[in-house]
């Protein structure tokens, strides 16, 4: 069973960057797919922030592409989330994922990170 | 607001059949598959349908999807109180380079 866990500060200032950690089990980044970041501010919809594959060729949302970086570390199974110069916009709830062919299969629990001084 | 754009909300009985509608364009559910996603109140989002119209291993066959076009539509069949949730379709866009959502369907079972 591929379960992904979520991890790193539920609070952040403004201004600051917000870094998120995804650890995989049940499955070995290196033989394959797509894995990425998904957020939900609260009473919100779905927003997809970035995404990379396991030899860390990557995408990002475009409207977040200049405050976003999304890279992957094999060795430890694990994949991360840097967001720069956040503001209150940014609370959400973050769920990092796997990503199949045109579906999200398998997601984390989610994080819930505050944007607040 | 979505490019993908879907209703805010649908109602139905339990044992009725409800469909949520999904519209996009050629850049996105026109040339890409779609998928469904069902989210209970803090959970997780989880996977129903991929590739247009496939389910994954445990999804029951009330939980049906469709594509025409540039439009999608999830349908349920013998409703359930369980089925009370929000649903979410999702697709690639080739002119954003992205994935995207639609903003999302509350279902109601009265």
């Known amino acids: 069973q591929v379960r992904l866990q979520e991890s790193g500060p539920g609070l952040v200032k403004p201004s600051e960057t917000l870094s998120l950690t995804c650890g995989v089990s049940?499955?070995?980044?290196?033989?394959?797919?797509?894995w990425g970041w998904i957020r939900q501010p609260p009473g919100k919809g779905l927003e997809w922030i970035a995404t990379?594959?396991?030899?860390?060729?990557?995408s990002y949302n475009p409207s977040l592409k200049s405050r976003v970086t999304i890279s992957v570390d094999t060795s430890k199974n694990q994949f991360s989330l840097k967001l720069t110069s956040v503001t209150a916009a940014d609370t959400a709830v973050y769920y990092c994922a796997r990503l199949i062919l045109g579906a999200i299969d398998y997601w984390g629990q989610g994080t819930l990170v505050t944007v607040s001084s | 607001q979505s490019v993908l754009t879907q209703p805010p909300s649908v109602s139905a009985a339990p044992g009725q059949k409800v469909t949520i509608s999904c519209s996009g364009s050629?850049?996105?559910?026109?040339?890409?598959?779609v998928s469904w996603y069902q989210q209970f109140p803090g959970t997780a989002p989880k996977l129903l349908i991929y590739e247009n119209n496939k389910r994954p291993s445990g999804i029951p066959d009330r939980f049906s999807g469709s594509k025409s076009g540039a439009s999608a539509s999830l349908a349920i069949t013998g409703l359930q109180t369980g089925d009370e949730a929000d649903y979410y379709c999702?697709?690639?866009?080739?002119?954003?380079?992205?994935?995207?959502f639609g903003g999302g369907t509350k279902l109601t079972v009265l």
């Open positions: 050629s850049s996105n559910i026109g040339n890409n598959y």
């Open positions: 999702g697709s690639w866009d080739s002119s954003l380079s992205g994935r995207l």
């Open positions: 990379i594959s396991h030899s860390g060729n990557t």
């Open positions: 049940g499955y070995s980044i290196s033989d394959g797919y797509y």
